[in-house]
């Protein structure tokens, strides 16, 4: 007979320890300091997981904390020049910077850092926060309600049975749960089918972020320098592009994302990055340098079209388990935390009395400054299935022509439903890595300081463990082995059959996998607790 699991008795529970997490706990705290409040997060510590490029609008933070100056909040680095690039395979031209991506008053931070500081004031107000905890199961009242989390157990092998350092997962009860997951999380996604939030939205659409930390030569260093890019490596039919960011202690931040409603399935997003470091405009600032981390992970770029209900029988949806992203911005921290702090006025408001369900988070998100910021460029990420050319040209009309007050609204389509058959579409040759800007995808993953306990049930599951073989393989060419950014999937020969190897060791947590599986045959689970990616200063 399996042991029982302990349960705990909060106010509020928190499910992930990103910025939307930690401002929702810090403004119950500060609205209402006797609520009990604690929040779950599945790093091994606040910050192991959290990673963004990033440039982080200040605004938010003052409305949280007027004294973040006096706190040290880790905002070291002013914003002092934007340039956008649009790149050939030899040059690079400058454009006019778009005026969503202007950063005069902005800060060069990195997140994981802010979430490290955060979590720090939020233990001062008294919130409990607990890393190394991942929530695996969510709790439900008699009537539906959701009733808390659990977390996963601890201690199973690989045959899914109980090893001897077997401890059941502890029950976490709540009046209300605050989810904050982040992108595609694996909560959220079973949220929206049993309470239908998503019936009256657009589908969600998603990219692919890839990031590296540098150290780079002090005589190309440029303090608060801010880069962006279009163009080369990728195609005018592919959404995408780069970002340079430059950071104290002559560190830079250089990142490439790519939208996953991308049509050809040989192309590889890890291997799209490689290829653009070696441009000749971009190559010089890291030769000389070293390499300090590696990290990826999936965003949320539907937008406005694409915010679910947010609201439900015990519980909410904030930051990117919602997706507050701001496209145009490359900015989605601000928005995040705006959404965690009206969730957690909403909640303190409804603790007062006797509710099950915050509505008044939603009303109060549709009177905010995000719900218009998001509003007013809705139609700036849709316009990219045009491809390059026509959506910049759009772009152009619709910021400075419409200035975001188009009457009608583009709608976007699921990314897994994109891919052309591998027949349809021209291979891609990626150049070899050269060791000193460009690298593979295993020494990348070493430097995330990605680790998972080896004798634990596989977190990336199938619903049919045919498919890979007989359909992604056979029509797609095996996309599973080019958009995982970690090595995650590869297809072996054994006795003159193929089969699909999951390497979940290697795993960055970045849900691209869940996201983009063409048939959606691959279910991303949380594994055990304080696995995954260890980013440092990303």
Known sequence: ????????????????????????????????PALSVCVLEKGSEVGAHILSGAVFEPHVLAELFPDWREREAPLATKASADRFLFLTEAKAIRLPTPPQMHNRGNYIISLGNLCRWLAEQAEELG???????????????????????????????????????????????????????GVRGSLAKLLFERFGLRADCDPQTYGIGIKELWEVDPARHRPGTIVHTVGWPLGADTYGGSFLYHLE????????????????????????????????????????????????RAISAGGFQSIPKLSFPGGVLVGDSAGFLNVPKIKGSHTAMKSGMLAAEAVVELLAGDGREAIAYPQALRRSWLWRELHSVRNIKPSFKWGLYAAIAYSALDTYVLRGRAPWTLRHKPDHEQ?????????????????????????????????????????????????????????????????????????????GADRLQINAQNCLHCKTCDIKDPTQNIIWTVPEGGGGPNYPNM
């Open 1 to 32: 007979m399996a042991p029982e699991r302990e349960s705990m008795e909060f106010d509020v529970v928190v499910v992930g320890a990103g910025p939307s997490g930690l401002a929702a706990a810090i403004r119950v705290k500060q609205l209402n």
């Open 249 to 296: 202690d002559n560190q830079v931040v250089v990142g490439f994302v790519v939208g996953l409603g991308y049509r050809n399935p040989h192309l590889s997003p890890f291997d799209e990055f490689q290829r653009f470091k070696t441009h000749p405009a971009i190559r010089p600032l890291f030769e000389g340098g070293r390499r300090i981390c590696y990290g990826a």
């Open 127 to 181: 919130v409990e926060v607990f890393p190394g905890f991942a929530a695996a199961e969510i709790l439900y009242h008699h009537d539906g309600a959701v009733k808390g989390v659990a977390t996963g157990d601890m201690g199973v092998g690989r045959d899914g049975r109980p090893t001897h350092a077997h401890t059941p997962g502890v029950e976490l009860h709540a009046r209300q749960t605050i989810f904050a997951e």
């Open 419 to 495: 891919l052309k058959l591998a027949t349809q579409c021209r291979p891609i040759a990626y150049p070899k890595p050269d060791g000193v800007v460009s690298f593979d995808k295993l020494s990348s993953v070493f430097i995330s300081n990605t680790n998972h306990e080896e004798n634990q049930p596989i977190h990336l599951r199938l619903k049919d463990e045919a498919v890979p073989i007989t359909i992604n393989l056979a029509l797609y060419g095996a996309p599973e082995q080019r958009y995982c950014p970690a090595g995650v999937y590869e297809v072996v020969t054994e006795g």
